[in-house]
Antibody, heavy 118, light 110 residues
Framework: QVQLVQSGAEVKKPGASVKVSCKAS????????MHWVRQAPGQGLEWMGM????????NYAQRFQGRVTMTRDTSTTTVYMELSSLGSEDTAVYYC???????????WGQGTLVTVSS | QTVVTQEPSLTVSPGGTVTLTCASS?????????PNWFQQKPGQAPRALIY???NRHSWTPARFSGSLLGGKAALTVSGVQPEDEAEYFC??????????FGGGTKLTVL
């Protein structure tokens, strides 16, 4: 069965970076894009960007340009999202979710809580 | 930067019908925006309900339907059940390789 399993909770200091992983299984890794979405406490969902696992190309939301990097390791079918220059406003639950080209979004990871605090 | 707008909150009686909408600051929402709808309950990850405007996933109850209505994407819940109380988010493709979520609609079943 399809599974997206994310890494555990992180606590970071302001100015640091965080790297969250999303291990995919149960399907052909390169057949689906991987999206990253976050949700700050009590807020809505915010789209951050997406990665094409086939060639490693990525598109990012404008507000995260220069601060986010999405990569993948095809040997372990894992996608990574690294966010740098963290501030308190980056405290959120981060989710990965897959999409088949053409707008077919379906499975999501369980979420990873990132807390930024001094 | 595209802004996607949803009703902040709606209330419906059990057994009733409710329609949630999703508008884009870019104009009329069409199938080219690939509207997706998600349900989220407190403390849980989002769950996909509808993709590409009107297609249900295998796990989506038949009472949920998606459409285009009055220039917007729409999610209609017919015969609302108490377990449908949740927050609902739409997701639209911006056409430039990026996607945008709506702000979400909190649906209360009362």
């Amino acid at each position: 069965q399809v599974q997206l399993v994310q890494s555990g909770a992180e606590v970071k200091k302001p100015g640091a970076s965080v790297k969250v992983s999303c291990k995919a299984s149960g399907y052909t890794f390169t057949s689906y894009y991987m999206h990253w979405v976050r949700q700050a406490p009590g807020q809505g969902l915010e789209w951050m960007g997406m990665l094409n696992p086939t060639d490693g190309s990525a598109n990012y939301a404008q507000r995260f340009q220069g601060r986010v990097t999405m990569t993948r390791d095809t040997s372990t079918t894992t996608v990574y999202m690294e966010l740098s220059s963290l501030g308190s406003e980056d405290t959120a639950v981060y989710y990965c979710g897959r999409e088949m080209h053409g707008g077919y979004h379906d499975y999501w990871g369980q979420g990873t809580l990132v807390t930024v605090s001094s | 930067q595209t802004v996607v707008t949803q009703e902040p909150s709606l209330t419906v009686s059990p057994g009733g019908t409710v329609t949630l909408t999703c508008a884009s600051s870019r104009g009329v929402v069409s199938s080219d925006y690939h509207p997706n709808w998600f349900q989220q309950k407190p403390g849980q990850a989002p769950r996909a309900l509808i993709y590409s405007t009107s297609n249900r996933h295998s796990w989506t109850p038949a009472r949920f339907s998606g459409s285009l209505l009055g220039g917007k994407a729409a999610l209609t819940v017919s015969g609302v059940q108490p377990e449908d109380e949740a927050e609902y988010f739409c997701l639209l493709y911006s056409g430039d390789g990026t996607w945008v979520f709506g702000g979400g609609t909190k649906l209360t079943v009362l």
